[in-house]
């Protein structure tokens, strides 16, 4: 079995190694391309929880000032937030 993070670290070197045992490369550059994806998709989420958190501290000192109006705004960007986590996760 191949690691991950050998992959990452030295994919031509494990593509060579594949190669020479007569195997086909294109699985180890799928299993890279993926793993990229999955780990851009993965900052992209941990930024948007981010701002969502920073919003539900916004929201809860709106809310104990006494402002239903901006409370309400700031309420309807954390749902658009956290629906953009969930298609995302």
Do not use: C, H, Y
């Amino acid at each position: 079995m191949i690691s991950l993070q050998l992959i990452r670290d030295d994919l031509d070197g494990v593509k060579r190694a594949v190669a020479r045992k007569g195997e086909p490369t294109e699985p180890v550059d799928r299993l890279f391309l993926a793993d990229a994806r999955r780990r851009a998709l993965e900052a992209e989420v941990n930024e948007i929880r981010a701002q969502r958190n920073a919003g539900n501290r916004e929201l809860g000192e709106l809310m104990r000032r006494g402002d239903p109006e901006a409370a309400s705004a700031a309420k309807a960007a954390m749902a658009i937030l956290s629906t953009k986590i969930d298609a995302l996760a």
